[in-house]
């Protein structure tokens, strides 16, 4: 433990009227298996409005799932890692008993696995909003595909409906890794971004002929499995429609959703990253268990990103600096709240919070 560190931080904390604003709070010490991260930057993910609007999370709450920065001290147990190694990762905030277990703090107290090593081409901007994403693209594609195993011979296609999210934007490139051909959808301004990324093919969601494109394509009469990063607004019903009738079948959600009322001749899906990061937890209702074999994958999977990442084959989201630092989420959380990101993920850096 290094005697440079600080008796208290600050830190984003959830108030009564369902704001966040900064408070000061004690800087906890990492215990056995777990390390102290001083951040360099954070990235906001849409569950952060999201938690705080439907209630999952409560004032006095910490806030925040990704961060980028420096190991600042040590736990027991933890030999793989020495002070000073540029990390990133993310946390759960409904699994969260102390503020500092989240992102959105000068400091976070997150567990020592899995961690992704930052290469040195990568910024801490840049690494910043890879996990979370990461994850829910990677959780989901093995679900339905068995990602990252290699794709099958035969030219299999995989659709991602909503390529230029976040996540859809890992999910492209881990199919795309995988051997696939990706077939994505995205607003036209963002076609040659999700052609960068690895989709062969680039279709405007918003064409009344979509469905009949994305199967023309597919080459197969219709896609082997479908990744929807968006799942609300129609999206999953018609995602749905461009399987092939002779395939799997199977989609893959970003959210909770009862699918009872769609297509039962498909098998749906729910990519949780919280499997991968070793937790169990309930979300809307929904229980999901701790699986050591997915809490591996996610380890496997941040050993193979750090050298994806330094050869450029896996890339991370183009990001937008949001201003103030920390005291600039409430801000940040407004704007994607009305629906002003596109193509971009929103980052925090860490030292510009006003002290």
């Keep these: 433990m290094s005697s440079a560190l600080p008796p208290t931080q600050c830190a984003v904390v959830i108030q009564k009227d369902k704001t966040v604003a900064l408070q000061t709070i004690p800087l906890d010490m990492p215990g056995p298996g777990q390390v102290l991260i001083k951040n360099a930057a954070v990235a906001q993910n849409p569950t952060d409005w999201k938690a705080i609007e439907f209630g999952q999370l409560a004032a006095g709450r910490g806030l925040g799932l990704d961060f980028a920065g420096r190991i600042a001290a040590l736990g027991e147990d933890v030999t793989n890692w020495k002070i000073g190694?540029?990390?990133?990762?993310?946390?759960?905030?409904?699994?969260?008993?102390?503020?500092s277990q989240n992102a959105y703090c000068e400091y976070t107290l997150a567990a020592a696995k899995p961690l992704l090593r930052i290469p040195d081409n990568i910024t801490d901007e840049e690494a910043a909003s890879i996990p979370l994403a990461a994850f829910t693209a990677l959780h989901g594609l093995n679900l339905i595909a068995d990602i990252p195993k290699r794709a099958p011979l035969g030219g299999r296609?995989?659709?991602?409906?909503?390529?230029?999210?976040s996540v859809g934007q890992f999910a492209i490139q881990l199919a795309h890794i995988a051997g696939y051909k990706v077939i994505a959808t995205a607003s036209p301004k963002n076609h040659a971004l999700i052609k960068s990324l690895g989709a062969e093919v680039a279709i405007d969601y918003h064409d009344v002929d979509v469905i009949e494109q994305i199967i023309a394509v597919s080459g197969r009469d219709g896609v082997d499995y479908v990744f929807d990063a968006i799942s609300e607004g129609g999206s999953i019903e018609l995602a749905a429609k461009t399987l092939r009738k002779d395939g799997p079948r199977r989609l893959a959600l970003v959210l909770p959703l009862d699918v009872s009322n769609f297509d039962p001749s498909v098998d749906y899906y729910f990519s949780a990253p919280a499997a991968l990061f070793g937790h169990d937890i309930v979300f809307a209702?929904?229980?999901?268990?701790?699986?050591?074999?997915?809490?591996?994958?996610?380890?496997?999977?941040?050993?193979n990103a750090a050298r994806w990442l330094e050869e450029g084959r896996l890339k991370p989201n183009p990001v937008t600096v949001r201003p103030g630092g920390l005291s600039g989420v409430q801000a940040g959380l407004e704007f994607m709240k009305a629906g002003k990101v596109s193509g971009t993920k929103l980052v925090y850096r860490v030292a510009e919070t006003p002290t």
């Design 85 to 99: 190694d540029r990390v990133a990762s993310s946390v759960l905030p409904l699994k969260a008993d102390k503020i």
């Design 157 to 165: 296609a995989v659709l991602v409906w909503g390529g230029s999210s």
């Design 285 to 303: 209702g929904i229980y999901l268990a701790r699986n050591k074999a997915e809490f591996e994958l996610g380890v496997d999977f941040f050993e």
